[in-house]
């Protein structure tokens, strides 16, 4: 059972930083790994994806050059690093693996969420 922890979200003015992480059970070096959000009354969308080595690495250009994405294979986590946040990027922001359709389609196994505001 592959399981997929999301923390780090919360309350954070315009301008301001926070970082997620994401903690996977399950044989997370082999992943391609995502994080998706879905703001109030919208579909959910793609925000990035990382490859398994980190090689390759997709941002949605709403985010390009403001988040980073990250893996750590040794600690099964994958960070997605949020800075010059703006109220646009409030939503709940959903940690998702073994993306098998780069980078953003047929991801299997999803986390629970985690609410970041952005207040401005």
């Known amino acids: 059972q592959v399981q997929l922890v999301e923390s780090g979200g919360g309350l954070v003015q315009a301008g301001g930083s926070l970082r997620l992480s994401c903690v996977v059970s399950?044989?997370?070096?082999?992943?391609?790994m995502g994080w998706f959000r879905q703001a109030p009354g919208k579909e959910r969308e793609f925000v990035t994806a990382?490859?398994?080595?980190?090689?390759?690495?997709y941002y949605a250009d709403s985010v390009k050059g403001r988040f980073t994405i990250s893996r750590d294979n040794a600690k099964n986590t994958v960070y997605l690093q949020m800075n010059r946040l703006k109220f646009e990027d409030t939503a709940v922001y959903y940690c998702?693996?073994?993306?098998?359709?780069?980078?953003?389609?047929?991801?299997?196994?999803w986390g629970q969420g985690t609410q970041v505001t952005v207040s401005s």
């Open positions: 998702a693996a073994d993306g098998r359709r780069w980078p953003r389609y047929e991801y299997d196994y």
């Open positions: 399950g044989p997370f070096s082999r992943y391609v």
């Open positions: 990382i490859s398994w080595s980190g090689g390759s690495i």
